[in-house]
């Protein structure tokens, strides 16, 4: 297998021959450039049926867009390729499954005024903008990425709300992708609601780093680390993303004392195994991403060929939890329908009690006991 950086090599070579480095580097430059359509595509990639089927498809679906640098990271040929699973659609996004919805954790009902998601008294959720560099298929807020439902001017009200409840301490800035937002703009917005006495954690949820590396410019970090403690929780899927334009952007972060956490959804046929995923956890780690949660896929509609059952998960949360560090071990969690909140699944390790101890199981199966008298 080629590495990454031979393949960028080569696409840019045969697609982009009379681009400057300069411009690759630029990631406005990525963004205007992003494949949207079957003709981008089929330019690019060897299109499979399902792929295909999928993109002549008009109106009412998840928007598509990929940035020129992700797309390199594809394998043309394969469509079971795992990062172009994440991003080129098939047929599958059109067959519904039972318990799907388009708002399944109900942030709808949540959402207190427009842009801001409460469900804890003391942390909320801010929609910074409805736009992203590249649309996940499977994305929980499919129903408003990419221009599906408005979500402009409202900034102010959000924050004049978040201002207003001094309870609220800790606020995650989300969307879509908050880093879609200029700089400029994003330094008002954490300028603002630094400015409000009782916030005293930010968090910043965001793909880029994985999809679009050119993002994090010398610029961006040295703006954030205005703004501290923040927190960047980036979305990774699969090692493939781990780059070496990717690892430079980490390290830019962690350098100026930016916390690093990743989220990952388990996706079925693209991150579903032992090695993926101890691979993806340990090279976060090594990168100074702590891995933080390992989420079931969210039932979106059209997303039954990406979810893996739970009762696999749990397996493979139980074998990985004996083969890696604690550190590099995220907790395996469903964000429960209807609005219930993460709640953390796994192996049961409590197996019964005896007198004056509890027998517990290791990952290996094994019995141990632990004296705990009455």
Not at 54 to 74: C, D, K, N, Q, T
Not at 136 to 147: F, N
Request: with cysteine.
């Amino acid at each position: 297998m080629k590495s990454s950086s031979v393949a960028v090599t080569g696409f840019r070579r045969r697609f982009f021959s009379g681009v400057s480095d300069r411009q690759w580097s630029d990631w406005r430059w990525q963004l205007r450039h992003r494949l949207r359509n079957r003709a981008d595509l089929e330019r690019m990639l060897v299109l499979s049926a399902a792929e295909r089927s999928a993109l002549e498809r008009s109106g009412g679906g998840l928007p598509v867009a990929i940035p020129p640098y992700y797309a390199a990271l594809m394998n043309p040929d394969d469509p079971l390729d795992p990062l172009r699973r994440t991003l080129v659609p098939v047929v599958g996004e059109w067959q519904g499954g039972v318990g799907e919805a388009a708002d399944p954790l109900h942030e709808r009902r949540d959402t207190v005024v427009p842009g801001v998601i409460r469900r804890h008294p003391d942390r909320v959720v801010l929609l910074a903008t409805g736009v992203c560099a590249s649309y996940c298929r499977y994305c929980t807020r499919s129903r408003l990425v990419g221009g599906r439902e408005r979500l402009t001017g409202h900034w102010e009200g959000a924050l004049t709300y978040i201002a207003a409840h001094p309870e609220i301490r800790d606020v995650l800035i989300s969307g879509g992708d908050p880093w879609m937002v200029s700089t400029r703009r994003l330094d008002h917005l954490l300028t603002r609601l630094r400015a409000i006495p009782h916030i005293e954690l930010l968090r910043i949820g965001t793909r880029m780093p994985m999809v679009l590396p050119m993002r994090v410019t010398g610029k961006l970090v040295a703006m954030l680390r205005r703004y501290q403690p923040v927190v960047v929780s980036l979305h990774a899927t699969h090692p493939a993303e781990l780059t070496p334009e990717a690892m430079q952007a980490l390290a830019r972060l962690a350098d100026a004392g930016i916390m690093l956490a990743a989220q990952t959804v388990l996706l079925a046929g693209i991150n579903d195994s032992v090695a993926i995923l101890r691979e993806l956890f340990q090279q976060l780690l090594c990168n100074r991403v702590r891995p933080y949660y390992l989420y079931q896929c969210d039932p979106i509609p059209g997303s039954a060929h990406l979810r893996v059952p739970v009762d696999a998960g749990i397996a493979l949360v139980e074998r990985l939890s004996g083969e890696v560090s604690g550190l590099a071990l995220p907790r395996y969690v469903i964000d429960a329908p209807g609005g219930g909140g993460k709640i953390p699944v796994g192996p049961v390790t409590w197996v019964g009690r005896e007198p004056g101890r509890i027998l517990l199981r290791n990952p290996h199966g094994q019995i141990f006991s632990y004296p705990d008298p009455p």
